[in-house]
């Protein structure tokens, strides 16, 4: 289970982190196309091909096939959304540990929580993120990305990091990490996405929290549950200013 670093939540902070990329954040976890492009304001990127079986593999290949299928489907999304849901989400469990994101996110709520209650969760979680980064995707066909070549002294046999730079159509720059983890299939997974500071995982761990001990839900696990929507977390305006990595 990944251990995500106390993060001061003042209102100011957290008006930065309900205030930044909605679209963009949803994009990054949804696994936008990775593609080796210049990235405006710094040198081109030298194109990266990733070892056959590596994360940086793995979330290449999701990628691609998400890219693909979205503009395939994107003049019939209006019609029938829920067909094309279900086409990423086929995608993503390919690449995606729901299972373990939605762990992390309960936190210690997910050891006082039934099976039932477990089962529910994890599954509106994933409906949900679906359903929020698939819009988001569509509307972000003028970002361009680029692969970049892992670090060996960050990587561990279970664990590591995929980057990501991004440059939108104004040329600015945002930076993408895909936290990944190695199952016991042996394939790699992503556990958790940090987008130009904002660590979603976090963001969301925090939601989750926060609705349990709401006045309106009292520690009452199946109206959190019922009410979960990542579309709380993540804001519809794009406002990601360029700044450093945030704590994580």
């Known amino acids: 289970m990944l251990q995500y670093a106390p993060l001061s939540l003042g209102p100011a ?17 949804a696994c936008a196309a990775l593609l080796c492009a210049g990235i405006a304001t710094a040198a081109p990127a030298a ?31 209006d019609k029938d959304p829920e067909r094309v849901h279900r ?14 994101i939605a762990k992390s ?13 477990r089962r529910r969760f994890a599954d509106l979680f994933r409906a949900s993120l679906v359903r929020t ?19 060996p002294a960050e990587r561990r046999p279970d664990r590591g990091t995929v980057r990501v730079q991004a440059v939108g159509p104004d040329g600015k720059t945002y930076p993408m990490e895909y936290s990944v983890m190695k199952m016991p299939a042996g394939d790699w997974r992503i556990r958790n996405v940090i987008v130009n500071g904002i660590n979603l995982g ?34 519809r305006e794009v406002v990601v200013p360029r700044e450093g990595t945030a704590p994580r």
């Open 105 to 117: 996110v309960m936190a210690s709520s997910y050891r006082q929580a039934t099976d039932a209650q």
């Open 87 to 100: 086409l990423v989400d086929a995608a993503l469990t390919q690449v995606v540990d729901y299972d373990g």
């Open 47 to 77: 194109p990266y091909t990733p070892a056959a079986g590596s994360p940086e593999a793995n979330v290449k290949r999701a990628s691609d096939a998400i890219q693909q299928l979205l503009v395939t489907n994107r003049g019939s999304y």
């Open 13 to 29: 902070r957290l008006g930065r982190i309900v205030g930044a990329g909605r679209r963009f954040a949803a994009a990054a976890l």
């Open 202 to 235: 976090l963001t969301y761990r925090n939601q989750f929290a926060a609705a349990v001990t709401s006045p309106a839900n009292r520690g009452d696990l199946d109206k959190v549950i019922a009410g979960w929507t990542t579309a709380q977390v993540v804001p």
């Open 133 to 151: 980064y698939t819009k988001a995707m569509l509307q972000f066909v003028d970002f361009r990305m680029s692969l970049l070549p892992p670090n």
